[in-house]
Each structure stands twice: as structure tokens, then as C-alpha cells.
């Protein structure tokens, strides 16, 4: 079955940065699009980032585009979320996923993923 597992949440001063990684197993990562999402307290959950299979294809919600990049390693099966220029509004508990289908891209809507990690909450003090 597909797990994937995100690490590297915490708590942070405003202008700080944090690593997000997803470990992901279960299927054939190199297939996937993978994407991250955050969910603030009594928000809708939102896109942030999403990477393509190969070819180092990245999308961006533009609140974060220029701080956030994302990266994968398909040798680890690992996606990256580098968040710098942290701020007090990008508080969350922040997801890894997969869409359901190998080889798809431009999906940005929650309904389009149908695997998701457990969430790591990032907090950023200001």
C-alpha cells in the first residue's frame, strides 16, 4: 500500500527556513507527480507546490513561489519542500501526496490527490 511519511516540521522565527522531506513507498515514484499542501486552523486545505515525474517540471501557489522550491530525488523516493522567508501566515500542518494516476500534471486541487501523508505542522513565530 502507498505510505508516505513528511518529517522536518517545527516551530520558527518569521524570516527563519525549515526542510519538509516525504519518504514515500508503495509505488513507482518516479511515475508520480508529487505535490505539497498545507491546511491552516479552520482553512480549507491549499496548494503550494508540486514537482512532475521528470523533467524537473515545478508549479507554485504564488504566495510561496520564490521561497519555497520544491525538489525531488526519485533514487530516494524523497520530495523536498525548502521553505525560507518563513512567515507568521504560512502556519500549517503541511502534506505530502500523490495523484491516484502515474504521468499526470497541472493538478493543484486536493480532490485530484489521492495519497496523502500524515502532516507535519510547521508553526512560525513573529
Known amino acids: 500500500q502507498v505510505q508516505l511519511v513528511e518529517s522536518g516540521g517545527g516551530l520558527v522565527q518569521a524570516g527563519g527556513s525549515l526542510r519538509l522531506s516525504c519518504l514515500a513507498s508503495?509505488?513507482?515514484?518516479?511515475?508520480?507527480?508529487m505535490g505539497w499542501f498545507r491546511q491552516a486552523p479552520g482553512k480549507e486545505r491549499e496548494f503550494v507546490a508540486a514537482?512532475?515525474?521528470?523533467?524537473?517540471?515545478?508549479n507554485y501557489a504564488d504566495s510561496v513561489k520564490g521561497r519555497f522550491p520544491i525538489s525531488r530525488d526519485n533514487s530516494k523516493n524523497t520530495v523536498y519542500l525548502q521553505m525560507s522567508s518563513l512567515k507568521p501566515e504560512d502556519t500549517a500542518v503541511y502534506y505530502c501526496?500523490?495523484?491516484?494516476?502515474?504521468?499526470?500534471?497541472?493538478?493543484?486541487?486536493?480532490?485530484?490527490?489521492?495519497?496523502w501523508g500524515q502532516g507535519t505542522q510547521v508553526t512560525v513565530s513573529s
Open positions: 501526496a500523490a495523484p491516484r494516476k502515474i504521468a499526470t500534471w497541472g493538478l493543484q486541487n486536493p480532490s485530484d490527490f489521492s495519497y
Open positions: 508503495g509505488l513507482t515514484f518516479s511515475m508520480y507527480t
Open positions: 514537482t512532475r515525474w521528470i523533467g524537473g517540471l515545478t
